[in-house]
């Protein structure tokens, strides 16, 4: 196996008492698509801060592959008010870009008619069209989403996936793709992390399902683009996302998963109190 | 006829503007208004060191804005108390202490209202070339960083994810600014140089629809406020310092009429 594009090395972090990372290891390969699934306050951000190298861990490593070029699309970008700043302005940002570049990668995102209009006038969708946009003129060898569909509507999330996987192909990069939804996951996903303060499990979707709700909600199209992945905890988090109860499991991925999704929205609906 | 003492107050008032415009719109981007007015507040702690040890006071100014940007900068990263308190105590702590300095300087009598609210009609040949000197260099380093400090303003995750260093750009810009209000002091005083720094900055954001275009803007509404309030001072016979201050402050009052005029149109 090549060496990985990023790999974190036993990553600790504590917030005062409050243990947020435990011992994270994962490692993204070139082209590979990972999604990394938990549910809110899992720590799915700080762990994304801690691998782009914003977050300094207490404990462990990340390593960068040498000049990696890395795309990072937020939850959602909030520019402030007080600066001015047009579309055009924020795809050359880090890096310059002709006008006719940022119009072909608006156009591919179908988002042309917004490039002299100012970020904080974007509607949730376009500005995540704005920011894949970004992406596609930056061209990463990794492209890491954090919860990228967060405050668009759900048809418009199908859309956004679909987006998502086209750019995926044109660029042929690695995506770390971070999720809180147990339904919503790229269909071509090669390894799913479901991660809570530690990596809980990992493996491969074995089975696309091909759910009839989803088709009849989001077309036949679209559904294409949305796989479902749903497994089977061995083990229980209580409300403060510990693992209660022994961890020797095995990790096996028979699919059914309804009682520890159910947990997990408690402790959704337990942590946004 | 222009009398000298006038020029040089005009040049140098346009000099410090011309700093201050791209700089105040930093400031105003990155919200840190009250970081600049801790580090002038520190600056009086350098007069009384200047003149206790014996060298330029502006030289003891710049030389403690920097070390309060240091000393804060190191402090931020602890997160038990909260930043804005860390800034007011070290603001007012250092300011007391300045105070108290001064009154252990012998011999020479110390006009504290001319730091407090500036002296631009005293700048004489030597404030203008160092003025000139520093500002070139400040705006030369914030040329050479301004798109990745950009980057780092709009979000420290994108900035970061393309292997901009964040930490070291925050550093440095928190140094330049030190630089930067060391030197206006003596313009426009400690208590007056945050209002030259974020009111031009304010008024031009009104217009602008880059960040670029506010930072050029807020050059421009700065020059016309040290123009306007020299203008008044020189006529009314107001203090100078305030009378920029002033005319910053109603060119921004005016921006926000014109802007909601074409607006309603």
Known sequence: ?273 | MMDDFLFRAVTGGVLLACVCGPFGAFIVWRRMAFFGDMLAHSALLGVALGLLIGVDVRLGMIATCLASALILAIGQRQSRIGSDTVLGMLAHSTLALGMVALAFVQGVAVDIMAYLFGDILAVNVTDIWILAAGGAFAIAVLIWMWRPLLAVTVSPEIAAAESIPVERLRLIFMLLMALVIGMAIKIVGVLLITALLIVPAASARFFARTPEQMAIGAAVFGVASVMAGIALSWHVDTPAGPSIVISAAGLFVLSSIVMMGLRRN
């Open chain 1, 1 to 273: 196996m090549t060496a990985p594009l990023i790999e974190g090395r036993g990553l600790t972090l504590s917030f005062g008492s409050e243990r947020v990372l435990d011992q994270v290891s994962l490692s993204i390969q070139a082209g590979e698509i990972m999604t990394l699934i938990g549910p809110n306050g899992a720590g799915k951000s700080t762990l994304v801060k801690t691998l782009l190298g914003l977050q300094k861990p207490d404990s462990g490593d990340v390593v960068r592959k040498n000049g990696l070029r890395i795309g990072y699309v937020p939850q959602k970008l909030a520019i402030d008010q007080v600066l001015p700043m047009t579309v055009k302005r924020f795809l050359t940002l880090t890096r310059a870009a002709t006008r006719s570049a940022c119009e072909t990668v608006l156009g591919q995102v179908g988002a042309a008619h917004v490039i002299d209009a100012q970020m904080s006038s974007l509607s949730g969708g376009e500005s995540q069209r704005v920011m894949l946009a970004r992406a596609l003129l930056l061209r990463p060898e990794l492209l890491v989403l954090d919860e990228p569909t967060q405050g668009v509507d759900v048809s418009g999330q199908a859309e956004l996936y679909r987006l998502i996987d086209d750019i995926r192909a044109e660029l042929n990069c690695a995506v770390l793709m971070i999720s809180h939804d147990l339904h919503l996951v790229m269909a071509k996903t090669d390894k799913v992390v479901c991660f809570n303060r530690h990596v809980c499990c990992s493996g491969i979707p074995d089975t696309v399902r091909q759910h009839p709700e989803y088709r009849s909600l989001f077309g036949v199209r679209e559904a294409d683009a949305i796989g479902i992945y749903t497994h089977e905890h061995d083990h229980e988090h209580d409300l403060s996302g510990h693992v209660v109860g022994d961890c020797g499991h095995d990790h096996s991925h028979d699919h059914g998963h309804s009682h520890h999704h159910h947990d997990h929205q408690k402790q959704e609906a337990e942590t946004t109190k």
